[in-house]
């Protein structure tokens, strides 16, 4: 529909991990995607539910398990390449970060170095509609990265 294959596209995903926490980039789309606000936005939201997408077709018999596997590998691999030297590692990460006033973690785009992270790349430039779905985002991130904390506190010492 768009004219390009799904594996030639890269669209930087940021923010959090569930629902409207979850920002695809669509503008910085990589090649360029020429598509209307609205299109755009029935993507987004189809990106954003992906995962309930999913379960609704097992007929909630199972969960987006395989997606994360694809994720993960495409992640570590990329660790694998940048600890073994290569240069311009880039990949989307969950990690601690001050990208965003008053949200101590966020996925962005990080280059991996041999040692992990070694940058955290700025968000860069958004058009107006994904502007307005960071301000949206922020409280329920917020609240899903307290909840997350209150939880590590109250683990066990090890």
Known sequence: KLGVYPRDVTIPVVGGHAGIT???LLSQAHPPLQMGE???????ARI????????TAKNGA???TLSMAAAAARFSVA???AQAG??????????E???IPGIPFFASRVRLGSKGVSEVIAVGEMNTAEEKSLAALKEELVGSIQKGVEFVKKQPAK
């Open 86 to 95: 290569e240069d311009g590692v880039v990949e989307c990460a969950y990690v």
């Open 97 to 99: 970060s001050s990208l």
């Open 62 to 64: 199972g969960s987006a």
């Open 79 to 81: 660790c694998l390449r």
């Open 38 to 44: 609205e299109e755009a936005a029935k993507l987004t």
């Open 22 to 24: 979850i920002l695809p």
């Open 48 to 55: 954003q539910e992906a995962g309930t997408e999913v379960v």
